[in-house]
């Protein structure tokens, strides 16, 4: 099974307004970590944001935020007020503790399209 | 800028070559990790160290190795060159060993 599904290849959004790109994961281990990644046409991967699997509350950065589902295995980013800067595609990923300790696991990526 | 420094940027090679792909860290920083991104596998983790030492594996090459070395730089070494072996390959720092992880620039390897 694939440990990052995201379903969404390609997306667009208007600029100004709010998008959500999908992420679910799989792992049986309680301690793990989820992150998401923006890598621009420029090629660098630029890191967004961080979400602990014990952490309580949503993480949030900025115009960035991370609805973490828990028991349904979904940690999608919400962008908010998107600007024309956020065209790229997005990676989610995750490490995993326990017998798979501090592997990393990315997704095969959403690329975002801004209008303007 | 993350801070992560790689250096070539751009590498252009033949089969059956070696290259060593070089990555500093960000200052205070322990951990390095590599990675591969090609247009089929997507992203792939390759390797950690952690303060000189491999802590983690992933999907690397028996062809492929790595160190990081007493300044915490870290190398990447790929032998035997293959076709396939065209990718771009990252580096990333973290100050821990499970800590948020910044990548550097990229080196992107071409092999003719």
């Known amino acids: 099974a694939q440990k990052i599904t995201q379903t969404q290849p390609g997306m667009f959004v208007q600029e100004k307004e709010a998008v959500t790109l999908d992420c679910t994961y799989d792992?049986?281990?309680?301690?793990?970590?989820l992150f998401w990644y923006k890598q621009p046409s420029s090629g660098e991967m630029i890191f967004l944001i961080y979400q602990g699997s014990y952490d309580q509350q949503n993480a949030t950065e900025g115009r960035y935020s991370l609805n973490f589902q828990k028991a349904r295995k979904s940690a999608n980013l919400v962008i908010s007020a998107s600007q024309l800067g956020d065209s790229a595609m997005y990676f989610c990923?995750?490490?995993?503790?326990?017998?798979?300790?501090?592997?990393?696991?990315f997704g095969s990526g959403t690329k975002l399209n801004v209008k303007p | 800028d993350s801070g992560v420094t790689q250096t070539p940027k751009h590498l252009i090679t033949a089969t059956g070559q070696r290259v060593t792909l070089r990555c500093s860290p960000r200052s205070g920083d322990l951990s390095v990790y590599w990675y591969q991104q090609s247009l089929d596998q997507g992203l792939q983790f390759l390797i950690q160290y952690y303060n000189g030492e491999e802590r983690a594996k992933g999907n690397i090459l028996e062809r492929f190795s790595a160190q990081q070395f007493p300044d915490l730089h870290s190398e990447l070494n790929l032998s035997s060159l293959e076709l396939g072996d065209s990718a771009l390959y990252f580096c990333a720092s973290s100050t821990g060993e499970m800590g948020t992880q910044y990548f550097g620039p990229g080196t992107r390897l071409l092999v003719l």
């Open positions: 792992t049986s281990d309680p301690s793990y970590g």
């Open positions: 990923a995750m490490r995993e503790g326990g017998n798979n300790f501090n592997k990393f696991y």
